[in-house]
């Protein structure tokens, strides 16, 4: 087993550093921050091997990570890319998404997911959220459906995946395309089957990922021409050397990330079996709180972990923070509440849980690095927290 090195920065779920280091001190404390990157000496070794061969951009390590990647997941295709903004946008071209077009998502998870939509002509139709999972409702995307819609994004937020048989069943049904957004979901599975093998599917690796390539994203696919047209737009539309066939982008990953890729796929149970069993301390240890939920037949891989503070929540957030304990609320504004959908006329929207949640849900620390003393300092100033202000 790899030694666990923990990095010195503090960063945010989807931006950059944040302004304070994980060594700043609160009140004599040192400061558990929400998430830190998990890099052990595989990956350092990795990435050095990288430099020293001096072939940087993208070649065998990239071919190596996606054929790993693929197997990992059950998937006949994976295609690495810069990121896991741009996955999703050449997830929806390889599907033909475009203008005129309709595709029902979430607005309660991260704006990209949204945006992706917009980039390619299409329109967003948000449908609400299930109070327990916090994922897309599939009886209100069934609702929503019209001769213009095209396809379904749902997103496996926080690592709990999406009711994926029954969007499937829905999207089959309709003649819809299924684009899974598992950005927060590696090796996430239900009833045994891993997210990235339903429909086509991306992947995020930014730092704070559950594994990371330091930023940098995939494809999955068993549709071989969805793949093939991928690859190309991946490129510049090349389809052999100096031949363009269609309008691409540069949206290739280099050999650095895909080494650093590589290793911390081959981690990727341990760390995810680690945010496990953290997640099962914190909610033995929090019975009067509303911990996050599991569905019976989910494998949670626990991105973040999520609880519901129904009332008092920035209150709440600030009390701990002044006992050393960083927390996070993902999401305060939900992508129809966002300044600029507000002007492109999504203030209607009626999704009553996915609005209630972005007033309650508040994030705390379960990555793979907290110690037991962290743990317990977690646990116990939450329910100090509680008592004093819940």
């Known amino acids: ?44 070794a990795a990435v050095q091997t990288v430099l ?21 997941c059950g998937a006949q295709h994976a295609i690495a890319i810069s990121n896991g903004t741009t996955a999703l946008h050449l997830a929806l071209l390889g599907h033909g998404i475009g203008p005129g077009d309709e595709v029902i ?17 299409a329109r967003p139709v948000f449908a609400d959220i299930e109070p327990d999972t916090f994922n897309i409702d599939p009886d209100h995307v069934e609702r929503l459906i019209t001769p213009q819609t095209k396809a379904v ?7 709990h995946p999406a009711d994926l048989p029954r969007l499937r ?31 086509t599917a991306t992947f995020s690796f930014y730092a704070t990922k559950n594994m990371t390539t330091a930023e940098g994203g995939m494809i999955t696919t068993d549709n071989a021409h969805v793949a093939q047209v991928i690859r190309r737009l991946r490129s510049h539309g090349s389809q052999g050397v100096y031949e363009h066939v269609d309008m691409g982008f540069n949206y290739r990953m ?29 909610t033995q ?42 927390s996070r609320v993902y999401y305060p504004l939900a ?40 743990l317990e300092r977690v646990a116990r100033s939450m329910s100090e927290v509680w008592f004093a202000v819940g």
């Not at 994004?153 to 690592?159: A, C, K, M, R, T």
């Not at 650095?256 to 301390?281: D, F, M, T």
């Open 153 to 159: 994004l749902p997103v496996d937020l926080y690592g």
């Open 169 to 199: 069943s829905i999207c089959d049904k309709h003649g819809l395309q299924l684009i899974e957004d598992a950005s927060q979901a590696h090796g996430a599975s239900i009833a045994g089957r891993r997210t990235g093998s339903t429909g």
């Open 254 to 282: 280099t050999n650095i990330s895909a080494a650093l890729g590589i290793e911390q796929l081959k981690r990727l149970p341990e760390l995810n079996a680690r945010r496990a069993a953290n997640a099962a301390y914190l």
């Open 1 to 44: 087993m790899n030694a666990l090195v923990t990095l010195p920065i503090v960063t945010s779920a989807f931006g950059g550093p944040d302004t304070e280091q994980a060594a700043h001190a609160v009140h004599g404390q040192s400061l558990i921050p929400i998430s830190r990157p998990a890099i052990g000496p595989a990956e350092m």
């Open 105 to 121: 998502t979430t607005a309660f998870t991260f704006i990209a997911s949204s945006n992706v939509i917009l980039y390619v002509g």
């Open 335 to 374: 992508v129809h509440q966002q300044p600029i959908y507000q002007k492109l006329g999504y203030g209607g929207a009626s999704l009553p849980e996915t609005e209630r949640a972005a007033l309650e849900v508040l994030s705390i620390p379960v990555y793979p690095g907290l110690s037991q003393h962290d």
């Open 52 to 72: 020293e061969s001096g072939q940087l951009a993208q070649g065998r390590w990239v071919a190596e990570f996606e054929d790993a990647f693929a197997a990992f």
């Open 285 to 326: 240890n929090l019975p009067k709180l509303l911990t996050p939920t599991t569905r019976g037949d989910v494998r949670h891989v626990f991105h973040q972990y999520t609880l519901r503070i129904p009332s008092g929540r920035d209150e709440f957030a600030a009390e701990l923070r002044k006992r050393g304990i960083e």
